[in-house]
């Protein structure tokens, strides 16, 4: 809605093999106000899929100031199964550098988990053992809605012939990535857009604790008043939850300049930073 424009997602399966591997995403954008795109070329390559490892489909949606893709992964190697994946990537440009969130990239760890799968046949297994194919997720009230299509048996030449069913995987509010564990996250510079400083996080022990400070970019001091010691420690899960300082100021002498922001974790999570007016 921002832009005015559409984004169409599409599936490559070139006839000769590309740098990376068989089967690869495209996307494209529309002209401003106009369900219309540019076929007069081939789309450019924003994920690549291996031979062994093929994406054979990506919803993509914009996620506060990033592009999130769920990528839809082949298993081409385990014949017997044919199983399809659904696996989180991510990109700051719409039409280039798209990457995997997990570290293990095509082979990572689901983002829809597939379901159990039975000693043999159909009948023994989850309705979503073998396939995930997910839509654009939904935000609601309670929380992240991934609705997906789920089915019981391998990709290709399934007998007794598979089952599809619709499916519901439900994330709390922001919750599609971030990191976890304990120590000292420090972020790139970043714009101070707003006068409140905000964060997404939860608790992950009964001893869990985020504490936030800033510094000017580039320094390796904190601002006065602005400082780990100086913020309201945050032990309980929060959802854009605004950082107080024991100062009671905000950031509105800071707004317009670049800083760091520097988070003191233990045993927590932390999903997003962001800024607001209020």
């Not at 101070?192 to 936030?212: E, H, P």
């Amino acid at each position: 809605p921002t832009t005015r424009r559409y984004v169409a997602t599409t599936r490559r399966h070139p006839t000769t093999a590309v740098a990376d591997g068989d089967r690869a995403i495209g996307i494209a954008l529309s002209a401003v106000d106009d369900f219309v795109f540019n076929s007069t070329g081939q789309l450019p390559l924003t994920l690549n899929g291996t031979h062994e490892h093929q994406i054979y489909a990506q919803e993509t949606f914009k996620w506060h100031q990033l592009y999130l893709g769920i990528a839809m992964v082949y298993d081409a190697t385990d014949r017997i199964n044919n199983r399809v994946h659904c696996r989180l990537v991510w990109s700051k440009q719409l039409l280039s550098g798209w990457r995997f969130v997990e570290e293990d990239g095509l082979t990572g760890s689901d983002f829809i988990p597939l379901g159990h799968s039975g000693p043999a046949g159909t009948e023994a297994n989850d309705f979503d053992s073998h396939l995930c194919f997910a839509a654009r997720p939904v935000r609601a009230p309670d929380g992240e809605r991934v609705y997906y299509a789920g089915s019981n048996g391998k990709h290709s030449g399934s007998k007794p012939h598979r089952n599809a069913s619709v499916g519901l995987a439900m994330f709390r509010l922001d919750g599609y990535a971030g990191m976890a564990g304990t120590g000292t996250l420090k972020t790139v510079p970043i714009n101070v857009t707003a006068a409140r400083l905000r964060v997404t996080v939860d608790i992950l022990g009964s001893n869990g604790s985020v504490r936030v400070g800033l510094r000017h970019a580039g320094s390796s001091s904190y601002i006065s008043e602005f400082s780990p010691t100086d913020c309201i420690t945050i032990s309980a899960n929060v959802t854009a939850e605004p950082v107080v300082f024991s100062s009671g100021k905000t950031l509105v002498s800071l707004v317009g300049q670049e800083v760091s922001i520097v988070l003191e974790v233990t045993d927590a999570f932390i999903y997003t930073i962001g800024f607001s007016q209020s």
